[in-house]
C-alpha cells in the first residue's frame, strides 16, 4: 500500500466551475473574484477581503500597505515556513525569528525577548490549524505600539471565542496551496476591517493602478487611470477564483472529513508511549491542517528512522519545518540553536503523518500499524 502525505479534494463541481469560467471573456479580476472574496468575507465575519496571487504575497501587501520598511524589524515564529520571513525581506525589513512554545506556535515569552525599538510588527501563525495565544499577543502589540498580523495559512475555519482566525489583528493572510484547507491551486486572500488597508492592498495587488478592471471599463474611456504609488501583478485569475468558491461551499465538509481522521489517530495515539498526539483545548478548535506527532525518546527509535522505515512501507511523512534560523539566510545574520531550545525539540521530535478529506480507515490503520510496529 502506498499513501502519500496529502491528496487534494477537487469534487466534479470544482472542475465544472473552472471550466465555466473559462467560457467568459474576462479571465482575471472578475466577478468570480468578487463572489469569492464576499463569501470569505462572509465566513471569516470581516469587513474586506482582498483574493492575492498566494499567501506569501498576502503578507507582503499587508506589511507594504502598514508601511513596513527597511530598518524596521518584524516578529516571526522560527518554526514557520520560509514564506513568513521572506515577505519581510520583500519589504526590506529584518524578519526576527522567536521561539515556540509546547504547542508548536510563537511563544510569548520569546516574543517579549525580541522586542527591540525597531519591532514594527508581529505575525503569530496559527500552526498546524491550532490557535495560538493570540489575545496575549494582541495585549503586548498595544503595549508595544505594534501592529499584529496573523498567518491563517493553516487555519481557515479555526475560531477562537466565536471570532476566526485573522480577525484579532490588523489583518489576516490566507493561503490556498493545494495542501491547504481549501484551495485554488495557487492563491491567497486577506481578511481586515480597515478600511484603508483594504484600498491600499486592492490597489497594490494591481500595479497600484487607481481603479480595476472592472472599474475601468464602466466609464467610456477605460484607458484613463492613475499609479500613485508602485505595485505588483498580484492578481487572483476568475478561474482559481471560481475553484475557490466552490471548494469554500462545502469547507464544512472538508473540515469534518479532517477532523474525524485526525480523532481516529489520537484515539489510537494518545496513549502509546513515547508518542505524544497534538494539543488542544478548551474554546480553541483545532482544524488540523497537519497532523503532527511527537516522537520522543522513550518509544525507542528516533524520529528519522521511523520516516525512513514508514517510508520503505509505502508511507510518506515529513517534518513541519526546519526552523528559519537554520537557513543559511538567517545564520548570516547571527541566530543560534541555544536561542530557540524549543523550536529545536521540535524539529527533532515532530513528524507530520498523511492526513486529507478522502484518507480511509483503512490507510490509517496501515499507518499506525506499521508505525506501532518499530516502538522500542
Not at 525599538?117 to 505575525?123: E, G, M
Not at 490509517?364 to 506499521?370: A, L
Request: aromatic share 10%.
Amino acid at each position: 500500500m502506498k499513501i502519500p502525505l496529502y491528496i487534494p479534494s477537487i469534487s466534479r463541481k470544482d472542475k465544472h466551475m473552472m471550466l465555466n469560467a473559462l467560457d467568459d471573456p474576462q479571465l482575471t479580476d472578475g466577478p468570480r473574484l468578487r463572489k469569492f472574496e464576499s463569501k470569505f468575507g462572509y465566513f471569516t465575519k470581516s469587513k474586506f477581503s482582498m483574493g492575492v496571487s498566494n499567501g506569501t504575497s498576502a503578507i507582503h501587501l499587508t506589511l507594504k500597505a502598514l508601511d513596513i520598511k527597511k530598518g524596521d524589524e518584524v516578529i516571526v515564529p522560527d518554526l514557520t515556513f520560509i514564506a513568513t520571513a521572506n515577505a519581510v525581506l520583500h519589504c526590506g525589513a529584518t524578519p526576527i525569528p522567536a521561539d515556540i512554545d509546547s504547542t508548536l506556535n510563537i511563544s510569548i515569552k520569546s516574543i517579549e525577548e525580541k522586542i527591540t525599538n525597531k519591532t514594527k510588527a508581529i505575525i503569530p501563525v496559527h500552526f498546524a490549524g491550532s490557535v495560538c495565544n493570540i489575545m496575549d499577543i494582541i495585549k503586548i502589540g498595544k503595549k508595544n505600539n505594534i501592529k499584529i498580523i496573523e498567518d491563517c495559512a493553516h487555519s481557515l475555519g479555526a475560531f477562537f471565542k466565536n471570532k476566526h482566525v485573522g480577525t484579532f489583528g490588523i489583518a489576516g493572510c490566507f493561503s490556498f496551496y493545494p495542501t491547504k484547507n481549501i484551495t485554488t491551486i495557487e492563491g491567497g486572500m486577506v481578511i481586515t476591517d480597515s478600511n484603508i488597508i483594504s484600498k491600499k492592498i486592492t490597489q497594490a495587488r494591481n500595479h497600484g493602478l487607481s481603479k480595476s478592471l472592472i472599474e475601468r471599463h464602466m466609464k467610456n474611456k477605460p484607458w484613463i487611470y492613475d499609479m500613485k504609488d508602485f505595485g505588483y501583478n498580484f492578481r487572483l485569475d476568475e478561474v482559481r477564483s471560481s475553484l475557490g468558491l466552490s471548494q469554500l461551499l462545502r469547507i464544512k465538509d472538508l473540515e469534518a472529513k479532517r477532523i474525524n481522521a485526525a480523532k481516529y489517530y489520537n484515539k489510537k495515539l494518545e496513549n502509546v508511549k513515547g508518542i505524544e498526539t497534538p494539543s488542544t483545548y478548551v474554546g480553541k478548535n483545532h482544524i488540523y491542517h497537519l497532523y503532527i506527532i511527537k516522537i520522543n525518546k522513550s518509544f525507542g527509535i528516533s524520529r528519522n528512522k521511523v520516516h525512513e522505515k514508514l517510508i520503505n512501507q509505502g508511507i510518506f511523512t515529513t517534518v513541519h519545518y526546519k526552523p528559519i534560523h537554520k537557513f543559511s539566510y538567517f545564520k548570516k545574520l547571527g541566530f543560534k540553536d541555544k536561542d530557540y531550545s524549543s523550536t529545536m525539540d521540535a524539529y527533532r521530535e515532530c513528524l507530520t503523518l498523511p492526513l486529507y478529506p478522502t484518507i480511509k480507515r483503512i490507510e490509517q490503520d496501515y499507518i499506525i500499524s506499521n508505525l506501532l510496529k518499530l516502538q522500542k
